[in-house]
């Protein structure tokens, strides 16, 4: 079952709106959204039509939604859709906004004009970019992102573990490789592209994953062809989307009403390690997980240290808990000893934090 909606009043979510966005957004409570996905016109200032080097039309954009009297014009509109966003999202709310060389830096300097602060830029590198047809340019091969939140000191939230699970184990970096949207996941219409600008859903995947949790609220003002939507009701969030044209509204109303929601709502929850039961050291060796006298290692087996019966541990010359013996033996200023110390399983070396998460899921 998804989690309720608590402490919004009345707001209907897990809908695909019809109007301007910020007329639909002034109509939202204030501090209601947990998270914004935008995906903005780009304001490409094309200068006629592009062609292959086969005299055939390059599929661009080309829409009136993409049209600006200049520069001026472009800046009024990003900063009355920012405004009405600033007013939505929680305080400990997260906004995202993607672009491209034409509008990402004016809508990165309308932002910190009203105050938003910036967390990371993402480096969004295409497998597969449409090539420079005319030759006179670098390939443009990546889109930016602007990851940041309402205010310099909000508590926001980004799920750590999560993305360096997803990754290997290994931090999650800044600059994401990931293919354009094509093959079956692309929407067509009478065999055209439905939208010029569709996004990949492992895109909005890892977006969403990395900011919000189970439940949680995605607003998308410019929700096209129903991205945001679908991945959100795939994750078991709750999402609101706006678009002042009709037919994008039917084609995501369409696509997300074929999308089901998980049955397991633990399976693509993302809570934070610090949310979660404390388990001192100690405890592993109360219920016999550990045992005194066990001996841990480091895992290249450089160091050593043995278990004692109150949850401490010794070394050669030191005598603490599991991050000072482990920062001491390094000569390190500090140490997490859950992940440097390990003990041996079955033959293997296994880090003693496995230890504590099998005790963390019998508490649970």
Known sequence: MLPAMAGRGTIQVDRILLGDCVERMGALPAESVDMVFADPPYNLQLDGELLRPNNTKVDGVDEDWDRFDGFAAYDRFTAEWLRAVRRVLKPTGTLWVIGTYHNIYRVGAVLQDLGFWMLNDIVWR??????????????NAHETLIWCTRDRDSRYRFNYDAMKSLNDDLQMRSDWLLPLCTGRERLKVDGHKAHPTQKPEALLYRIILASTEAGDLILDPFVGSGTTAAVA??????????????GYVSLAEERVARVGRPGDIDLVSTPSRRSEPRIPFGWLVERGLLTPGDVLTD??????????????????????????????????????????????????????????????????
């Open 126 to 139: 295409k497998t597969n970019p449409m090539p420079n047809f005319r030759g006179r340019r670098f390939t």
């Open 233 to 246: 009701k795939k994750l078991a969030r709750h999402y609101i989307g706006i678009d002042n044209n009709p």
């Open 299 to 364: 895992h290249r087996r450089r160091y050593s240290a043995r278990v004692r019966a109150d949850g401490t541990v010794v070394g050669p010359d030191v005598r603490g808990s599991i991050h000072k013996v482990g920062a001491h033996v390094q000569r390190a200023p500090a140490c997490n000893g859950w992940q440097f110390w390990c003990v041996e399983v079955n033959g293997r070396l296994v880090p003693i934090d496995v230890l504590r998460q099998k005790l963390r899921a019998e508490l649970h």
